[in-house]
C-alpha cells in the first residue's frame, strides 16, 4: 500500500525534516531552544516597553506589538512540528489544517505590515524630526495598528475559505513541516486558479506593497541621512534604523522568495530551509537585535527589579 494512501480521509501528512531517528532528537531539541529562546526574548521586550515610561513612545509601541505577532506566528507551527517529532505521529486533520494556514497567514501578514509601519516610523523621525510627535500622536499609532491586524485576518480568511472549496487526491503527504499554503494547493484535485490568483494577489498586496514601502521609507532616509554633515548625526541614524533594516531583510527576503517560486518549483530542502529561517530564526533574533541595541538599559533595569523582589520575598520566608 501506498503511503498516501495510509491517511485517512480529510487527514494530512506532515513529512517534516527527516526520517532518521539521530536527526529527528536533535532536530527537537535544536528547535524547542529556539522556540524557548524565541518566546522568553520576545516576552521581555514587551515587559520592558511596558514597565519603562521612557519606552512609551511610538517606535517601542510598534515593537512591542511586533514582539507579540513574534509569539503567536512562531507558536502556530513550532508545538505542532515539536509534537509530530515526539510522538512519531505526522497526522494532521483537514479542520487543523485550515486552522494552521489562517494563523500563519494572519500573524505572518501582520508581521510584515508592522515592518512597514515601523519604517514609515523612522521615516517622519529621520526626515521629519520637528513633527514627529504631530505626525506619530497616540491616535495615528492605534489606527496603523488597529488596520495591520484588521488587513492581516481579513487577507488570511480569504485565502482560508478559497482552500474550503477544493478536494484532494490519495497522496496527502506535505513536504513540509507545517500546512505551507502553497504544497496544499499542489495535493488537490481541483482546479486552482483561483486558488493561485488569490495567493498571488496576497502576495503583491501583503507582501510587495509593504515591501516597498519599506524601501521608499529607506531611500528617504538615506537621502536625509547623507545631507547631515556631523558624524554622531550619522551614527545615531544609521543605530536607529539598523535593527529594523535587519529584522526586514532577513523576514521579507526568505519569506517574499519562497511564496514567490513556490508555484514555480517543486518542493525542495532549500525552500524547507528558508521558511524555518523567517518562521523560526528572524522571529528569535527579533528579540536579540532590538534588546542587545536599543533596550540594554532598560532590560537590565527590568532584571534588576525582578532580582530585588524575589530577594525580598525569600528574606520574608525566613
Not at 479542520?95 to 505572518?108: D, R, V
Not at 521615516?123 to 491586524?149: D, E, K, Q, T
Not at 519569506?255 to 529561517?277: C, D, K
Request: net charge neutral; charged share 10%.
Amino acid at each position: 500500500m501506498e503511503r498516501g494512501n495510509q491517511t485517512e480521509v480529510g487527514n494530512f501528512l506532515l513529512l517534516g525534516f527527516s526520517e532518521d531517528s539521530d536527526m529527528q532528537l536533535l532536530l527537537y531539541g535544536l528547535f524547542l531552544s529556539m522556540y524557548l529562546v524565541t518566546i522568553t526574548g520576545n516576552l521581555l521586550i514587551i515587559l520592558t516597553i511596558s514597565s519603562d515610561s521612557h519606552l512609551h513612545t511610538p517606535m517601542y509601541f510598534f515593537l512591542s506589538n511586533l514582539s507579540f505577532a513574534d509569539i503567536c506566528f512562531t507558536s502556530t507551527t513550532v508545538p505542532k512540528m515539536l509534537g509530530t517529532i515526539q510522538t512519531q505521529s505526522k497526522m494532521i486533520t483537514f479542520a487543523g489544517c485550515l486552522t494552521q494556514i489562517f494563523f500563519f497567514t494572519a500573524f505572518g501578514c501582520l508581521d510584515n505590515l508592522l515592518l512597514t509601519v515601523m519604517a514609515y516610523d523612522r521615516f517622519v523621525a529621520i526626515c521629519h524630526p520637528l513633527h514627529y510627535l504631530i505626525i506619530m500622536n497616540p491616535r495615528l499609532c492605534g489606527l496603523l495598528v488597529l488596520g495591520s491586524w484588521y488587513i492581516s485576518v481579513m487577507g488570511s480568511l480569504l485565502e482560508t475559505l478559497t482552500i474550503l472549496r477544493l478536494s484532494f487526491c490519495t497522496n496527502m503527504e506535505i513536504p513540509h513541516f507545517f500546512c505551507d499554503p502553497s504544497e496544499v494547493l499542489k495535493l488537490s484535485c481541483s482546479d486552482t486558479f483561483i486558488n493561485n490568483i488569490v495567493m498571488y494577489f496576497m502576495t503583491i498586496v501583503l507582501g510587495v506593497f509593504p515591501l516597498s514601502g519599506i524601501l521608499f521609507s529607506y531611500s528617504q532616509i538615506f537621502s536625509s541621512i547623507l545631507r547631515v554633515s556631523s558624524a554622531r548625526g550619522l551614527h545615531k541614524a544609521f543605530s536607529t534604523c539598523g535593527s529594523h533594516l535587519s529584522i526586514v531583510s532577513l523576514f521579507c527576503g526568505t519569506g517574499l522568495g519562497v511564496y514567490l517560486s513556490s508555484a514555480a518549483t517543486p518542493s525542495s530542502r532549500r525552500s524547507l530551509m528558508a521558511s524555518v529561517m523567517y518562521s523560526m530564526v528572524t522571529p528569535m533574533l527579533n528579540s536579540f537585535i532590538y534588546s542587545l541595541r536599543n533596550m540594554k538599559g532598560s532590560l537590565g533595569r527590568l532584571l534588576l527589579r525582578a532580582t530585588s523582589l524575589n530577594e525580598g520575598t525569600i528574606a520574608e520566608h525566613s
